[in-house]
Structure formats: structure tokens, C-alpha cells
């Protein structure tokens, strides 16, 4: 069974409540696309007004962090629940810049990726490779290390349903997309290694995106390749070019 398509949005620290009204009009009626899942994955404090939005269209609301806790004191942070009553849908685990800045090691994100689906989340779990270690040819052994880390403890029909995104770290905002065989490479050997972690079966249902540097001009090509099941898009996605990677295929 071929796999649907899923193409999200990260927006990252950027658009105001306002803005992000104005971006969610923009786009509605640019990201139709039946063959495709739409997800924007929003700052906390818009999730509200664009899930007021996007209410009746196509478009899935998805987060960009949450907490492991469900209430309670911990200043700052934004639970499961709340989420799942703003409208939440998915959940973005793992992004490098929050691993970078945030100090989010494999451990917290393996209890992330645990509490999401308790919850009722679903987990967008990115992993990827620095510079350093693309070219001292190490980038294979760290994702896998990433992937299995993350993962420890999920069970096989968790792992069907969620995405794992690919984000090579040296083409994040650089505007230097991985060739479509290099991302080819590393999303088959994703779904190589769930393969080898549970079944071929949960390897051929789990969807694989590609993240960094994706834009109107080379999501087409991306998204031909046989293991990437869609993209994971930051500033592309804040334009209507976004329009343009969600019909790619028309
Ligand atoms: P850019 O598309 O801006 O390179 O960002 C990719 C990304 O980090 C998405 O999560």
C-alpha cells in the first residue's frame, strides 16, 4: 500500500497571533491538495487562533514542543492535554535546534515520544546529522544511534502511525538541500533500521520526510524518491511558495 504524502509546515519563532491569522488565509486555499496531509506545526501561543483558522479545511494543527507532564508546576511549559484541546493533532520531538539550544538529549525525547502517543499525539520525530559528521562520513551510525535512542520502549503499531523527519543539520536554513539521492540514502536507511528494530511491515508503514532547505524548486524532486513520504518545512512554508510544495505532484 502506497504511503500518503505529509507535508508540514514548521514555522519556527516566527509569525504574531495576527500574522499567523493573515499567513493561515493565505495558504488555505493554496494548500488543497486530496493526495496530501497538510500540518502546520505553530508557535504555542498562535495554536488557538489557527486552529480557529483552519477549522473545516484541510489543514492539520501540529505543535512545535510540549512538556512530559500533564499540569503542575513547571513555569513556561505547555502540556499534552492543553494541546489536544487547542485542536492539536501532531507533535514536532527532536528538532536539532531544540536539541542544540534547549539541551533536549535522546533520553527526554524518548519520554517525549512516549507521552505523545499516551496522549494521543502524534509524533513528528526529527533526527539528523551535523556537518562535521556528514563529512567524516559518520552521518550513517548517529542517525540510526538518534532513531533507535528516540524510540526505545515504542511499540511496533506506534511506530506505523507516526513521521520521522530527516533533517540533515547542514541543510537547515542554509539553503543546501541534501541531494534527492542523499536523502534517498538516509530515508531508506531509516526505514532499513526500523525494519531491523521491528518488522518490515511497520518499516513499509511509517512515512519518512525530508527536512532542510526545501522549497517550490526541488520538493517535486524530493518527493519522487521511493522512501520520502513528504517534507518537513521551515521558511518555504511561512510563503505561499508552501502552496507550491503541497501540489507538487499537479
Ligand atoms: P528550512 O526549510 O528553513 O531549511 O528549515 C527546515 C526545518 O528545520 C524544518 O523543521
Not at 44 to 69: C, H, L, M
Not at 161 to 187: H, K
Not at 205 to 211: A, E, L, P, S, T
Request: charged share 25%; proline share 4%; with cysteine.
Amino acid at each position: 500500500m502506497a504511503r500518503r504524502k505529509i507535508i508540514a509546515g514548521n514555522w519556527k519563532m516566527n509569525m504574531t497571533p495576527t500574522e499567523a491569522v493573515a499567513l493561515c488565509e493565505t495558504l488555505k486555499p493554496l494548500v488543497v491538495n486530496d493526495d496530501v496531509d497538510v500540518v502546520f506545526c505553530v508557535p504555542a501561543i498562535d495554536i488557538v487562533p489557527v486552529a480557529k483558522a483552519v477549522e473545516g479545511t484541510n489543514i492539520a494543527v501540529g505543535a512545535e514542543n510540549f512538556y512530559i507532564e500533564d499540569k503542575g508546576a513547571y513555569t513556561g511549559e505547555i502540556s499534552a492535554p492543553m494541546l489536544l484541546d487547542a485542536g492539536v493533532k501532531y507533535v514536532i520531538i527532536g528538532h536539532s535546534e531544540r536539541r542544540e539550544y534547549f539541551g533536549e538529549d535522546d533520553a527526554f525525547l524518548n519520554a517525549k515520544v512516549k507521552k505523545a502517543f499516551a496522549s494521543g499525539l502524534t509524533p513528528i520525530l526529527c533526527c539528523g546529522e551535523s556537518k562535521e559528521l556528514r563529512e567524516r562520513n559518520a552521518y550513517k551510525d548517529w542517525i540510526n544511534l538518534q532513531i533507535k535512542a528516540d524510540l526505545d520502549g515504542i511499540t511496533a503499531e506506534q511506530v506505523a502511525s507516526m513521521v520521522i523527519a530527516y533533517e540533515p543539520i547542514w541543510a537547515i536554513g542554509t539553503g543546501l538541500t541534501a541531494t534527492s539521492d542523499q536523502a534517498q540514502e538516509v530515508c531508506a536507511m531509516i526505514r532499513n533500521t526500523i525494519a531491523e528494530m521491528y518488522d518490515t511491515d511497520t518499516a513499509e508503514k511509517v512515512r519518512i520526510q525530508y527536512g532542510g532547505s526545501m522549497n517550490a524548486g526541488n520538493a517535486a524532486e524530493l518527493l519522487a524518491k521511493p522512501d520520502i513520504d513528504g517534507g518537513l518545512i521551515g521558511g518555504a512554508a511561512l510563503k505561499p511558495d508552501f502552496g507550491k510544495i503541497v501540489n507538487y505532484n499537479k
